[in-house]
């Protein structure tokens, strides 16, 4: 079992996962909610055990199959060498999502890699609330979006360019600009991306969608 350090300030996050395309997405994604977090990568369990000898993590993010772990002996691995901290866990596999739900422990979270980018950020929020890390504090509206600015703020977030959002609700391109800087000064973001996260963040709080999130998600449902 790892040493847990006392007095530490745990704002560490550990990612696992032996694909530097999806660490680095989930790295990203981590760092737009939690700047403040201090993140590690690594590609193996025992990586990632070696290092918390010296810093020990908040949270973990880790893909289920991992090089160096067998499925049946995973779980029992990390209660053992990462107790008491959350853990969210990435798979494939119906199989293995049925898998860690038998298990029914509160700190493991699992969801599929498929899984769309904004339900993602709202998963990995949860587990950082959880870890009591500090999350990127969302201002609240300054003022109600139009619904057009909303419908344009929501094809924004699933990645549509402008021309693209034009074509979708029927405007020229020039009026999609408009409404994307009024949107930018509303939510006082600094771009796109951030407005929408901003906007969708805004109305989960408002909406207390958080914990139905965590609750639908959670490994210990009663399914």
């Not at 408009?178 to 600094?190: Q, T």
């Amino acid at each position: 079992m790892v040493k847990k350090l006392e007095g530490l300030e745990r704002q560490v996050v550990f990612v696992i996962d032996v694909h530097p395309i999806v660490s680095f997405g989930l790295v990203e994604m981590v760092k737009d909610v939690a700047p403040h977090a201090r993140i590690r990568q690594f590609s193996t369990l025992k990586e990632a055990a070696r290092h918390a000898v010296e810093e020990f993590p908040a949270l973990i993010i880790t893909d289920f199959h991992l090089r160096d772990v067998q499925a049946e002996t995973f779980i029992g691995l990390f209660e053992t060498l990462f107790p008491e901290i959350p853990v969210l866990i990435t798979a494939n596999d119906e199989k293995v999502m049925g898998q860690l739900k038998r298990h029914q422990l509160e700190r493991f979270i699992a969801f599929s890699k498929f899984t769309p980018f904004a339900k993602m950020i709202d998963l990995i929020r949860v587990g950082l609330s959880q870890a009591n890390i500090e999350l990127l504090q969302m201002p609240t509206l300054s003022k109600a979006l139009t619904h057009k600015q909303v419908e344009v703020l929501e094809l924004i977030g699933a990645g549509h360019s402008n021309k693209e959002i034009a074509v979708l609700l029927k405007i020229s391109v020039e009026t999609v600009k408009g409404h994307v800087k009024d949107i930018l000064e509303r939510l006082k973001a600094k771009n796109r991306m951030e407005a929408s996260i901003i906007y969708r963040h805004t109305q989960i709080q408002k909406h207390s969608v958080y914990s139905n999130l965590s609750s639908e998600l959670h490994l210990s449902t009663n399914q």
